[in-house]
DNA sequence: CGCCATGCTGTGCACTCGCACAGCAATGCT
DNA sequence: AGCATTGCTGTGCGAGTGCACAGCATGGCG
């Protein structure tokens, strides 16, 4: 798996790189990714990238100075995507429903963030990219929803805001993530819970 | 990494392995774990492992077959130390309040079972073995659980007792997780909603 | 025309990996 | 005493890895 030179640390001339806008290093990001979805990170090596994507292996190394570098790109496309994503959902009518359904969504990353999680745990600059990304995530939530939950009528001292932002993201997540491993136990009954404070706020086929 | 043996059936006599109680073995696990935890499952190797354990790396093959069956066997050790906490956890006389504790140690596995989760993805045989672990930890809580929620006066139609337990389990992994990369936004709030709801049905400072 | 930046490639080094195979020393069984 | 089992080890193969370095062809620009 690490197979790394001797030499880490060169950091003076560095060597030469590829644009950033280009659409060959666009497609190694992409076959990156889902590498990383099908096989997990360990799959995902400078040949086998380029293989899945009918380039030569070097070209990875000639648009990004590590494997981490590669790493990292793919996390921040996926970063931009979701930001992008929920911003949209948060536009919505009823954010609120919006928001939980975009959190249901399998499309929400589920494999590939957990693989990130791995990951982080003993990647520095990976486990930096994910804490900010996770604390701007939340940040976008909070901020498109204050102006919203003032006029519902919350009660802040029996459910503040941020509380129910956080429920509602922990329990799509877990939820998530067991069904990708076929447990399931339990899950309707706390999705009717959720869904019938959100129903307090957003009556369903109001608009 | 990718090992693929055509022969899974154990029908060849395959090589000799040394004996499932060894306390060579037990070391092998152990330090397996550990590693796991420090540096990700990519950097478990045979001879990364022994080093560790200060054994030569020829023993791992000699007492599992394969580096997933080493993989295997420290989850299961893992999964069988959480279920005995929990089981513990769940004897005691506040039983929802010791759940909540349980779950919110930062040694309720974090790390290692996010690895395992990454793992999953891409191995049948840790998907399975995930798979059908959580569910039985699901279950030690549901029938421990039965008994104390009926002595509660808790609305079934309101809370049921399943989501709550899927509420508090999604809430302290994601929590935990979070708080790992140094996220803490919301967190506060959504715990003092959790132990509010404890409180109601398990009033502190009451045996 | 020469020049040089840019995208790409051929070759190769130093290293790690899983795992096989053959053997050794000690211990227990008969 | 003879033999088999058990724990462990030396050696080594084939495959895979990250990454460096020295080129090549092309195209824009002076």
Redo the contacts between chains.
Sequence with gaps: ??AKGAKVAKSAPSRRLGAEDSKTRAALVEAAQQLM???????V?SRRVAAKAGLKPQLVHYYFRTMDDLLLAVFQVAAEQNLERQSRALAARQPLRALWEFSNEPAAGG?VV??F??????RPAI?QA??SY??EF??QQ?AALSSVFASYDIDPEE??P??L???M???S???G??RS???T???A??I??VEDVIERYEPQGVG
Tied chains: 1, 2.
Excluded at 37 to 43: C, D, I, L, N, S
Excluded at 117 to 122: D, E, G, Q, V
């Design positions: 798996m690490l979805a099908e096989a997990g990170y360990g799959a090596s494999i957990m693989e999680m791995a990951l982080a745990n003993h486990r994910i804490a996770a604390e939340r940040q909070a459910l503040p941020m509380a932002l956080v429920l993201a922990s329990i997540s877990v939820i993530l067991e491993l076929g447990v136990t339990g899950h009954e706390v009717r819970l």
